[in-house]
């Protein structure tokens, strides 16, 4: 179809556009696109225990948070049940 011509230009641009790229953009690309504080530094990232005693602390804050968010829900529930018995005599006399 295209002949030699086709294989011609096909060639030029697998040659040309990469270097058209460099040339308009430059060769310091980290430099110029890059974001500063992209990346977390190392104190900002969770650390996963691997010793023994680390896990079992771990495991205890887990559970002691779960508990005192669950007792906060426990509480709210028990306040709203109150304010519905509450609202409801109010409503029903």
Known sequence: MGGPNLEVFKFGMYILFPIGIMYYFGTNLDQRFSVPDFWPNPNQVNKIPTEREDIEA??????????ALRDARL???????????????????
Do not use: P, S, W
């Not at 804050?61 to 779960?66: H, I, M, S, T």
């Not at 509480?75 to 006399?93: A, F, H, L, P, S």
């Open 58 to 67: 771990e495991l205890k804050r887990l559970k002691a948070r779960r508990l």
């Open 75 to 93: 509480r709210k529930e028990e306040e709203q049940r109150r304010q519905m018995e509450i609202t409801g005599r109010v409503d029903g006399e």
